[in-house]
């Protein structure tokens, strides 16, 4: 079963203009939230994160907003530019009693920003 | 400094035989993870291992197994490879204090 679902597979947005993607998960035990960016032939790249006793974090250019009681959280880009164009994946982890900090993945949202 | 390397990049196996896939953690990471994405999905974790100890087990069948060595690299092995298994695996080294960074992945294709 999907822990973490991104239900939008692609987002386009103009240069300039706000993107936020969004995130839903099922699991209440999750406390932690990440964001994660992915190019082509590339990795995963750390994004930004958030705790679940936070509701923004903000870095930069990027916001990740948490809402426990929707059990929704989004990430905000703004403004967008077209080197943002990549694959953006939520995750998500729980505390685990034997230190283990696996991740659960969202499918994914494609962002183009247009030039 | 140099970030996750996994080799090989790309790999062509045949059903049936068996594949291992290495990793060398971030330099002073002793933590390890391994997932696996399959085409449209998000990563998918399969194990991880912190001071050559397994921590941790995803849902995967026995057929996949691990282990980490004493300059914390690491190996995933699976056996009796299924069509299903072609996939990007990933590895991840962290630190405490420190996210997950990946690796750029081993594209194994199964035929």
């Known amino acids: 079963d999907q822990q973490v679902k991104q239900n939008s597979p692609s987002l386009s947005v103009q240069e300039g203009r706000i993107s936020i993607l969004n995130c839903d998960y099922t699991n209440s035990m999750f406390d932690y939230f990440l964001w994660y960016k992915k190019y082509p032939a590339e990795g995963p790249t750390f994004l930004i994160s958030i705790s679940s006793i936070k509701d923004k974090n903000e870095d930069g250019r990027f916001t990740v907003f948490l809402n426990k009681s929707a059990k929704h959280l989004s990430l905000h880009i703004v403004p967008s530019q077209p080197g943002d164009s990549a694959v953006y994946f939520c995750?998500?982890?729980?505390?685990?009693?034997?230190?283990?900090?696996?991740?659960?993945f969202g499918t994914g949202t494609r962002l183009t920003v247009i030039p | 400094d140099a970030g996750v390397t996994q080799s090989p990049t790309h790999l062509i196996k045949t059903r049936g035989q068996q594949v291992t896939l290495r990793c060398s953690p971030i330099s002073g990471h002793k933590s390890v993870s391994w997932y696996q994405q399959v085409l449209g999905q998000g990563p998918q974790f399969i194990f991880q291992y912190y001071e050559k100890e397994e921590r941790g087990r995803g849902n995967f069948p026995d057929r996949f197994s691990a282990r980490q060595f004493p300059n914390y690299s690491s190996e995933l092995n699976v056996n009796a490879l299924l069509l299903g298994d072609s996939a990007l695996y990933l590895c991840a080294s962290s630190s405490p204090g420190w996210e997950n960074t990946f690796g750029s992945g081993t594209r194994l294709t199964v035929v």
């Open positions: 995750a998500a982890s729980a505390p685990d009693q034997t230190g283990a900090n696996n991740l659960f």
